[in-house]
């Protein structure tokens, strides 16, 4: 039988409810792996996200994701527009991706009101901004928005947001690539976030069951015939 891939998982959470999941999977796992889940549960971090504009290289795309998750992200936003569908390169990703939740928005506008409805304070990213990384304020959600590798961030996108930043740079370079300014601004702001919840992670309760379920689920073969057999 196929072991149950990433995407399968949440219509079954769906279909059979988060705790029959649980239920159903659990005993089929080392406790060790259960700790390591657990830990990984404890230092996630939903109030720190990242929105990627219209991106055009899928390796960008890729490492920007890795990274983000690596820091601990829960979710990643992308801004699809004309370039088409955000594809993240497997190579690269190296399975990141089946632990951080991307988002897919048409317009930077429908990405913005999503955002804000959540409490997100918008920043966007531009070479040059006068407030630098070290001044934002990170007493509120905070997503950071990054622009494409030839335009940068869109006028629109700009006009979004509450802010604009930047990382100061000092050679003759006139911008860092796309992926290394994403590992810049979340590693300091994961870190100031983090000193600012006194946490490694914030998740909510029912998000952290969620995920818990979904990431015990994860590679089980034959979930659903597991969880048939558990629940009748
Ligand atoms: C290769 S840069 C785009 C360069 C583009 N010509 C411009 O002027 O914005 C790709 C993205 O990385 C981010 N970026 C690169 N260097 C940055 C810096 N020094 N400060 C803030 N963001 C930067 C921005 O999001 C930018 O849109």
Redo the contacts with the bound molecule.
Sequence with gaps: MPRVKRHDVDPLIEEFGVQAVLDAVTPLLAESRVQTLEAGLDRKLSSLTVVLENLYDPHNGAAAVRSSEAFGLCDLHTVDGETGTFSVAPDVSVGAHKWIDLHTHKSAEECASALRAQGFVLCA?????PMELEDIPVDKPLAI?????????SNEAQALCDHR?????YGFS?????SV?VAM?VHRLAAKRRAVLGADGDLSASRREHLRARWRALGIRGLRDVLERSVS
């Design positions: 990213t531009v070479p040059g901004a928005w990054f622009g494409n590798e030839r335009d940068g961030l930043v930047s990382i100061a740079m006139q911008s860092f690539n796309l300014s601004f």
